[in-house]
């Protein structure tokens, strides 16, 4: 028996395919949204829209952005000399927490995976040696996650970069092994930017 | 320093909102919202216009639906003699995967709650007697969560209704104490439906 109506339905099945949200969560979702006013949850459904539409990536970092240039690479303050590499745009929100680094970002979007068969052209590496080739970087800092793949592509862009001459480090093991950049506390992050070492 | 441009900041407000969702959860979802596809992204936001748009409560027994009268009310194998009261829709669904229900359901959307300032007019109290006095009802079962609130507003039920001679029930106390309907498994549930008792 259909015991919830088409739309319901519908609706706790999109909450559902969100990462992380199992179906009774989804269902509490949904409900909710279904006791919201109208226009709250319209507002949510715009918002969403909204996003889509206005947000691409920065032509230069691949930071995502509703402006011509990211307001990190248009920023007259930051030091354009050096580079931090990460896989994901969340990843330079947990940097910028630290007020460690002032230099500029390139988002990979992705790690090398075989398993998931995921190559280096793949992710935003050929862009990243462009980069390296126009600009006056004299450092890179690999941030990528201290997992296995993160190891790997970190690893796989020193051997790319070193040929250029420029120096190639990565964070420091203050950041728990087999964890995740984003869920890093500021003191930690900090603490691996400054002990980052020579690849 | 605004770390992200204002479109995702809102989504990831919006995300926020959501209850049991945190700001880090929140992050994640916007970003994984950003990584969809513009059809699957819009989609989403579809199918929260469409429910807000096409479900409304049914006259009847104000459970949510897309049709004129909800598909319990209308189902001709249902008990039209016995009523199930309940704070919430999604109850209906937690009844009704027992099997062991077959009559109609009243959701009074909310229960008594000083504290949170409802009162017995705020909730569908009124709507339920009239419905009592219309049809042919020879029990209701009171159904409400077994916590202060649920508890308080099934004896207040309990007294409105007794006046009817109508056999008044209480689910039985197979479900945990001070627990929530909607994550009590189907056999507990269906366990409480068989030895509920007269109030």
């Given amino acids: 028996m259909e015991y919830y109506a ?6 706790i099945g999109e909450f559902e395919k969100l990462p992380g949200i199992g179906h009774k969560t989804a269902q509490r979702l949904a409900f909710h949204m279904l006791t919201l006013p109208e226009e709250k949850a319209l507002e949510f459904a715009g918002a969403i829209v909204d996003a889509k539409r206005n947000i691409h990536f920065c032509p230069r970092c691949f930071n995502l952005t509703d ?5 990190i ?3 007259y303050q930051r030091d354009q000399t050096v580079l931090c590499v990460v896989e994901e745009p969340r990843d330079i ?3 910028e927490r630290t007020h460690e680094f002032k230099g ?12 998931e068969q995921v190559g280096p052209d793949d992710i935003k590496i050929r862009e990243l040696i462009t980069r390296l080739s126009d600009a006056e970087v004299r450092e890179v800092i690999l941030a990528t996650n201290p997992d296995i793949e993160g190891e790997a592509t970190a690893i796989y862009l020193a051997r790319l970069i070193k040929p250029f001459g420029i120096r190639t480090t990565r964070l420091a093991h203050g950041i728990p092994v087999g964890g995740n950049l984003e869920y890093a506390d500021e003191i930690t992050l900090a603490k691996s930017i400054e002990g980052r070492r020579e690849l």
Avoid: E, F, N, R
């Fill in 67 to 71: 402006l011509d240039l990211c307001p």
């Fill in 6 to 11: 088409a739309p319901i339905a519908k609706l």
């Fill in 104 to 115: 500029l970002y390139h988002v990979l979007h992705g790690v090398i995976s075989p398993q």
């Fill in 73 to 75: 690479c248009s920023g």
């Fill in 93 to 95: 929100l947990a940097m």
